[in-house]
């Protein structure tokens, strides 16, 4: 949400042209980045499920080589990634709003623009 926020503030014309085309392809590729950790599951090895009766809970037990060198990598893409892209985002709707202030003549009221991001 954040980045579409830029994306609104840096180009204002075209975001009039969005359809709920763009908006379904965006929720679809969303929806597919989601699937990565199930299907990680039960491509590496599906057998390692083990259910607790006293809990009701269903755990993974991963004990794959595999997972030594997947699991880093797939919490740095999926934890990291998206985190470094909403922070960098918010900063770049800030560095719009400054520079949309000392081009007018009136201040900025910073509060507005930090209830956006």
């Known amino acids: 949400m954040t980045m579409f926020k830029l994306l ?10 969005w359809n709920a085309g763009h908006a379904h392809k965006v ?3 969303i929806w597919l980045i989601s699937l990565y950790w ?5 491509l590496v090895q599906k057998y ?5 009766y006293r ?6 037990q991963f004990s794959s080589n595999i997972w030594k060198v ?3 990598i797939s919490s740095t893409i999926l934890y990291l990634v998206p985190n470094l ?3 960098v985002a918010a900063v770049m709707i800030l560095v719009v709003a400054r520079r949309v202030a000392k081009e007018s003549r009136q201040g900025l009221k910073w509060q ?6």
């Open 8 to 17: 609104m503030l840096k180009y204002p014309m075209r975001s009039i042209t």
């Open 27 to 29: 929720c679809a590729g």
């Open 38 to 42: 199930p299907i990680c599951y039960l």
């Open 48 to 52: 390692d499920v083990a259910f607790d």
């Open 55 to 60: 809990l009701y809970a269903c755990t993974f």
């Open 70 to 72: 997947l699991h880093p």
């Open 85 to 87: 892209v909403i922070i």
């Open 112 to 117: 507005g623009v930090m209830t956006v991001c």
